[in-house]
């Protein structure tokens, strides 16, 4: 079903490049447009759908949480209490700022214990040693099982080029990063690189499904050969209790994209939608993607009746809401420019569930925060009458 929704509060803050993360029945928005302010000292929201309406809430973080920037283009990856369990933590690397910056760093976010009802996040720091992947965006990361074991897999994205090669001319212009797979023990916060053969072009905004030892890698863009390679690599990593390895086999899927969003739909089964078959040509069709332990079966699936708009926009942009739901958005044409948000959203789904249901996030004991301002706060003013102060205090 393909559904649009109406814009609420704090909707003008999306912008291309955010994430979702989906803890239980709660979807948290991270990547807003510019810098928080100083009423809402995170950029990270409570994504609230009721009545067919979309609003952000302002969301609370423990004491302990370190700071979260807006981070657009980040790899993030649920990380699962035990293989196919609930989803506790969240690892979120790298990501552009408001400010152009790349971010080199790895944050774990996870869900606190609610306090009167409302939700918590906690976020912290993860530091790492060995091999650390250098700051960028548009890669990928995912979490794998190996004999009993768990490790993060790390691939892809574009950085600026090296500061002994920048000059004012191109102080800004990206290159791709190494095609070296990084692979990350969260214990003990050590990063192993490895340069597989198989992987000779660095890969950005590319589609990464894990299953079990294995992580898919689908499309994909090269910036070196602007190329969409129409292959799946399937990258395999064995956890034994030595040094660890990691194998890739090429698989030809026919497919070509970048810039897709994927969704989960079963244990096995995943969605791929939305993207770019060139840099400009949009990807209407819509694939299912069934793994098993040895083999992967690619189809395509019954397209949504998309909308005019959404056929004729040049751009559109989204991410997974969990569930087998996906939000995106496309830029209002010059006809409706008379609204607030920038951008009609819709929301795409392949599960069982009602999307305007399963990600009602807490609307039902939550409805005070449709009275809290967004905006730079106002100065307090203090009364100076029976002179209590002098002039310098």
């Given at each position: 079903?393909?559904?649009i ?40 929201f ?8 979309l ?41 552009k ?40 965006y548009g ?66 905004f590319?589609?990464?499904l ?9 499309g994909?863009h ?81 397209t949504?009746?998309w ?8 751009t ?53 925060e ?24």
């Amino acid at each position: 079903t393909l559904q649009i929704v109406t814009p609420g509060s704090n909707t003008s803050l999306i912008q291309p490049g955010f994430s979702l993360l989906h803890f239980g029945s709660h979807v948290f928005y991270l990547g807003q447009k510019g810098w928080p302010k100083r009423s809402c000292p995170t950029g990270v929201f409570l994504l609230d759908l009721k009545n067919n309406e979309l609003k952000l809430r302002p969301t609370t973080f423990t004491n302990d949480s370190c700071y979260l920037p807006p981070l657009r283009h980040p790899a993030v990856s649920s990380f699962p209490v035990s293989q196919g369990g609930e989803i506790t933590q969240y690892l979120i690397h790298g990501g552009k700022t408001p400010n152009n910056e790349i971010s080199h760093k790895l944050y774990i976010m996870a869900k606190a214990f609610p306090v009167n009802k409302r939700v918590s996040l906690c976020c912290s720091e993860k530091d790492l040693a060995g091999d650390v992947p250098e700051a960028r965006y548009g890669h990928s990361m995912n979490v794998v099982f190996s004999r009993g074991k768990t490790a993060v897999v790390m691939f892809g994205g574009r950085s600026y080029l090296p500061l002994n090669q920048r000059t004012t001319e191109n102080w800004n212009n990206v290159i791709d990063c190494e095609p070296l797979v990084y692979l990350i023990d969260l214990q003990f916060g050590c990063s192993t690189s490895f340069n597989l053969r198989e992987l000779q072009d660095g890969l950005s905004f590319h589609v990464s499904l894990a299953r079990n030892d294995s992580v898919y890698v689908f499309g994909g863009h090269s910036m070196g050969n602007n190329f969409r390679p129409p292959n799946v690599y399937k990258i395999k990593v064995d956890l034994p209790l030595g040094s660890p390895a990691v194998s890739c086999t090429v698989i030809n899927s026919k497919l070509s994209f970048s810039s897709s969003i994927a969704t989960q739909t079963s244990p096995d089964e995943f969605v791929i939608v939305g993207g770019y078959e060139s840099d400009s040509q949009k990807r209407l069709t819509c694939n299912g993607v069934f793994l098993d332990d040895e083999t992967i079966d690619i189809q395509e699936i019954e397209t949504p009746d998309w909308s005019g708009e959404i056929k004729h926009s040049k751009t559109w942009f989204g991410a997974d809401m969990g569930k087998g739901a996906v939000l995106f958005g496309i830029p209002v044409d010059n006809k409706h420019q008379s609204t607030d948000c920038g951008f009609f959203f819709y929301v795409l789904n392949f599960g069982d569930n009602d999307p305007a249901l399963q990600t009602c996030s807490q609307g039902s004991t939550e409805e005070q925060e449709d009275s809290m301002p967004l905006e730079d706060s106002e100065e307090f003013t203090f009364n100076r009458d029976g002179n209590i102060f002098d002039e310098d205090t």
